[in-house]
Every structure is written in structure tokens, then in C-alpha cells.
């Protein structure tokens, strides 16, 4: 349709001179027209419009989209600056070393807020002596920042082992192994704490029937990946 009107601009600036009569005589040439007729100009601005309404829509969506990617990947990031801490030299609030650092993960929203949140801690030592018991309880355990994620975006759930549902997941890491160790409590309020060798933290994005999920793995090898989710947040595919 633009090819068309472009084509009857170039014949209006340059019009084809007028065939000779009879005899011989040429007649007047054409009074050239030049620019759009009214109707040209609202099709024109028509479909102008509705190419800027698409180009605007799907920008919405792909400005939501790598936002939510960024919230998932930062989370990966927080699980793997604990690791991080965990087989390196850090000491607590307390000046101890050897303790561990982990990430403790909740799929209920915080209390009187509809906003989830997530906790990064050094798991003290119990007496200062024993080893860190890899899950967080506060106190004694120190908490190191706790993040929210933005209103919208959800903890839509959390499993062990790729099929058990629990309610919280702690992910610790204690000096001078990279491996996690992986400790919950299932929707029953049993402690597993150990046979883990890997957790998912499924991450919803705002909406309902639009909505998009992702899946962070994390392996008791020390893997952290991100993954996408099944269109439920029920499980994870590579």
C-alpha cells in the first residue's frame, strides 16, 4: 500500500504529456498535483499508527521480560557470592571464622505484606565447637541482608530432589568445600536435612494468565544454574 502511494506521488510530480490530437496539434499538458489526497494521508497515518501501537506493546513486554530475567539471575547471584564467603577467609560479626554462609528461602510471604523475600546468613557454630547445622535459625544465626522482591513477582515454589514440595529451603556453604548443603522442611513440617542432591527455587513474574516462570538449581556439588520452568512453576527444564 506505501509502494502504491509512493507511486502515485512520482506520477503527479511527473506526469505523462498528453497524447497529440488528429491533426497534429498537441494538446494542453496536465496541471500537475502534487501531494497526497486526503484519503492517502489518513491510510498513511492509519497504518503508521497502528505499527507504532504494536512496536510500543511488545516493548512493554520485553522491557517486563528482561527485568524479571535480571530478578532471577541476581538471586542466583546472591546463592553463589554465600558460596563464595563460605570457602573463603570471612569472618562473622563475632571476628570467628569457620562458620557458614547460606541462603534461606521461604514461599510464604512475608507477615501482613503480600511481598516475598529472601535471607542471606552465616550459620554460627552452636557453641562455638560444632559444626554448622546448615539450616538457618534466628538467632543464634547472624542475618547478613535480607532482599525483597518487587511487588508482583512471587516465590512460586520450592522442591527437593525434583519432585518434593517443601515450605523453606536453606542453602549453606562451609569452608574448604564448594559443595552445598541442603536442609528443608516439607509442607508436612518434616526436617529433611539429609539424601538432598539438589533444590529448585521456582520464581513467578507478576500477571495471571501471562505470567512467566523460572527456575534456579541449585546442585549439593556447588552447580548454581537458572533454568526455565513449566508453564505451573511445578517443574524445571534445562
Known sequence: IIMYFFIRQENKMNPVPAPSTARGRASLPFAKSLGFTLVEMMVSLSIFAIITGIVLIR?????????FSNLVYEIALSIREMQTYGISVKASDTGTFGNGYGVYFNKISDTGTNTYSFTQFIDIKPNNTQAPDGKYVAPPDEKISKFKLKPGNTIAGLYVNDTTSVTDLSITYVRPEPNAIITANNDSGM????????????????????????????????QISVQNSNNTGTSCTP
Not at 516493548?59 to 527485568?67: C, K, T, Y
Open 59 to 67: 516493548n512493554n513486554d520485553f522491557n517486563s521480560g528482561i527485568l
Open 191 to 222: 526436617v529433611i536435612s539429609t539424601g538432598i542432591t539438589k533444590a529448585f527455587i521456582i520464581i513467578k513474574s507478576p500477571g495471571t494468565t501471562d505470567a512467566v516462570y523460572k527456575c534456579i538449581v541449585v546442585t549439593s556439588v556447588g
